[in-house]
């Protein structure tokens, strides 16, 4: 399994910006990783992620306002949320999936609130 970790939630006025971050507790150059996130009431939706070729993959909700982004020396993952907005909100979570298998590990999720 995989620990993660998520950091950077809070809240942000509409049209601003947060960052998050997810340290992995190996490296990430193993796993598939993603940001998944669940407003209330809401089912979990996959947010962002990068497909075999290692290319960006957004939801259509977030796509040219959110950015996937690693560091893989240090095992980080990054999800950089611009011109966010009210339907934004929800805990974010970091997903991984060790390659070659079905194990899959959550982060706690991290709140994330755009309000004015």
């Known amino acids: 399994q995989v620990r993660l970790v998520e950091s950077g939630g809070g809240l942000v006025r509409p049209g601003g910006s947060l960052k998050l971050s997810c340290k992995a507790s190996r490296n990430i150059l193993d796993l598939d990783m993603a940001w998944y996130r669940q407003a209330p009431g809401k089912e979990r939706e996959l947010v962002a992620t990068?497909?075999?070729?290692?290319?960006?993959v957004y939801a259509d909700a977030v796509q040219g306002r959110f950015t996937i982004s690693s560091d893989e020396a240090k095992n980080w993952l990054f999800l950089q949320m611009d011109n966010m907005k009210p339907e934004d909100t929800a805990v974010y979570y970091c997903?991984?999936?060790?390659?070659?298998?079905?194990?899959?590990?959550w982060g706690q999720g991290t709140q994330v609130t755009v309000s004015s």
């Open positions: 990068t497909d075999t070729s290692g290319r960006p």
């Open positions: 997903n991984a999936r060790i390659l070659l298998s079905d194990k899959v590990s």
